[in-house]
């Protein structure tokens, strides 16, 4: 689920295999503004779809000339994004 909180956002619960659609075309709906900041910090499980989910996402929002952030990544997914070799994608350096 994808809750709003005044100019970002919140994904709770966990991204898998089996959400992993429904939250695709929920972020797409609700990220409409030029800059956007997604926090994660609230993800409870996540398995490998969570990392094509946010790739999605930021290809999105490169389409449609936005920024798009993700801060409060959970290890694991951390982790996952690491083993893809695209940790750097999700959560730039500079970022934290």
Known sequence: MI???GDNYKVQGGIT???ARTLLAEGLGQFSKDSLVVDL???EEVDSSAVSLL???LREAQRNQRTLRFTNLPDNLKSL???YGVLDLIQPADVG
């Open 17 to 19: 295999i089996d959400n």
């Open 3 to 5: 809750l709003q909180d």
């Open 41 to 43: 910090s609230q993800l």
């Open 81 to 83: 994004a690491t083993l």
């Open 55 to 57: 790739l999605e996402w």
